[in-house]
């Protein structure tokens, strides 16, 4: 992804975003994928494909809706979509510290674009290192300093930093994409007690 290229064509730089990998056997970061795509949706240099819209792509490809969209199925939304950038991550518990480790490749030549690593010593300390980590791939996939800097809000201020009720939030929308309403509801007013 060259910043010429972009410039010359004047569009966004689509890319994809799979379900992190959650390693750490705590239910409550299973959401963490839509909280690195808010705080990547907030560039004006990416396109960034919602979580329903990957469904939808799924659909009209005639495949079933997943609970988790893999670097696999990641992959094939991207063929389909025509999208070059796909991004991954991973999240582990090594004693008290959190890793997140983090990839954007270009699906078509497997090359790396990104590859970045953060660490907390507390669950609270995620969400920074969300945002620490969307303005790293912003910069890798070379959008500008100054552009990062102008639109960059915390990813916890958009959105919350209780990551129990986030993780509520992300089942809702799971149910939505199923059109199980009454379960979404449920699962939206249990983010908003938390």
Known sequence: VRSGQREAIGAQIPVA????VNDTGEPELDGLSEMLITS????R????LTRSRM???LERGGHAV????????GRRICREANINVLVTASIRKFDDLYT???????????????TLREEGSRKSDIPGMIDRLAK???SGLNESSLAIAANSESVGD???RNLEAFQEYFVGERHINKLEFDAAREAFERAISL
């Open 17 to 20: 975003v799979t379900d992190f």
């Open 40 to 43: 990547l949706e907030q560039s």
């Open 158 to 160: 958009i959105t919350t």
């Open 66 to 73: 997943p609970d988790q969209i893999d670097e696999s199925l």
């Open 55 to 57: 469904h939808d792509i």
């Open 100 to 114: 997140i480790d983090l990839k954007a490749y270009d699906v078509n030549s497997q090359d790396h674009l990104v």
């Open 136 to 138: 790293k791939t912003r």
């Open 45 to 48: 240099f990416l396109s960034v």
